[in-house]
């Protein structure tokens, strides 16, 4: 990504790892993924779907299916391809009153000059409310947002997540109060 007003420069953050998900426990050799192992395949292949122009390739659909994520390739068929500026897993670092904050975002996609989304991956056992993930996540979304201010400046912001279960893939807008982290 290059630098400048409206860019990031990489060499500036550095990443972390999510903790939404529990550690992996001890499973036997042919046991399907634990919760946190999937989580981050997941994301790889949701990234490397963002790194394809949004294309669905027969490697990302392989790999889908071979995770039991069916519902992924079928929401990815369904949603417009992502704008020519879209970054995944873009990490973040600054310090708000002496305190250090860290962390990755998902995907972030400039819809049009100056207005940025984040969007925000979830992978689980079950659904959750809109208002749950409003009351859950919105925190780590402002953090975010102020990451996304520092990084390119933006005019506007918004954010969703997107919930990844065995229900089925769902998106939930999540509005954003912009409590001053920026």
Do not use: M
């Not at 122009?53 to 949603?79: F, K």
């Not at 962390?103 to 207005?115: A, I, K």
């Not at 990844?164 to 109060?177: A, H, K, N, S, W």
């Amino acid at each position: 990504v290059s630098e400048g007003e409206g860019s990031v420069a990489r060499e500036e953050i550095w990443r972390v790892e999510d903790e939404e998900v529990s550690a992996p426990g001890p499973r036997a050799a042919d046991a399907p993924p634990d919760a946190r192992t999937l989580g981050k395949q997941v994301h790889a292949v949701l990234e490397s779907w963002l790194l394809q122009g949004g294309r669905l390739t027969d490697p990302i659909r392989a790999r889908l299916g071979e995770l039991g994520q069916e519902s992924v390739t079928r929401w990815l068929e369904s949603v417009p391809p992502p704008p020519a500026n879209a970054h995944a897993e873009l990490p973040f670092e600054w310090l708000v009153d002496g305190v250090p904050l860290v962390g990755v975002l998902d995907r972030v996609e400039e819809s049009s000059p100056g207005c940025w989304r984040i969007i925000d991956y979830k992978v689980s056992v079950r659904r959750k409310s809109d208002a749950d993930l409003a009351a859950l996540y919105g925190a780590q979304l402002e953090i975010y947002a102020g990451a996304l201010d520092r990084l390119v400046k933006p005019r506007e912001v918004s954010a969703a997540l997107v919930q990844i279960t065995p229900e089925g893939v769902f998106e939930t807008e999540v509005p954003l109060e912009r409590t001053g982290l920026s």
